[in-house]
């Protein structure tokens, strides 16, 4: 089984680093709710990382029902079509389609 390694946990802190100072630019105010939603995308971001290696973990159950509320209601979003070619254009998504 892999280890996560330092230079990926570093990773991990250079997007949040980077989400802290795009914040400051944009004068978004940095309380304790900012640094729970950014807890939660280190979170989830780490639980790909490790999925990614191979390394199993116990499911968060607060995360798998944030991501299940936010996939029913994703469609519903004015930014959806945006999201959905960005998506594509970029071949993030293994099929190259975004339903």
Same mark, same amino acid.
């Given at each position: 089984?892999?280890?996560?390694? +330092?230079? &990926?946990?570093?990773?991990?802190?250079?997007?949040? =680093? @980077? %989400?802290?100072?795009?914040?400051? !630019?944009?004068?978004?105010?940095?309380?304790?709710?900012?640094?729970?939603?950014?807890?939660?995308?280190?979170?989830?971001?780490?639980?790909?990382? +490790?999925? &990614?290696?191979?390394?199993?973990?116990?499911?968060? =159950? @607060? %995360?798998?029902?944030?991501?299940? !509320?936010?996939?029913?209601?994703?469609?519903?979003?004015?930014?959806?079509?945006?999201?959905?070619?960005?998506?594509?254009?970029?071949?993030?998504? +293994?099929?190259?389609?975004?339903?």
């Amino acid at each position: 089984m892999s280890k996560i390694s +330092k230079d &990926s946990e570093n990773g991990i802190n250079e997007i949040i =680093k @980077f %989400i802290l100072e795009f914040y400051k !630019k944009e004068s978004i105010n940095q309380d304790l709710e900012t640094f729970t939603e950014l807890i939660l995308i280190s979170k989830i971001v780490y639980n790909r990382l +490790k999925m &990614s290696k191979g390394i199993k973990s116990k499911d968060d =159950k @607060f %995360i798998k029902l944030a991501k299940n !509320k936010i996939l029913t209601r994703i469609k519903d979003d004015e930014y959806y079509e945006l999201v959905k070619n960005l998506l594509n254009d970029n071949d993030c998504l +293994k099929n190259n389609s975004f339903n």
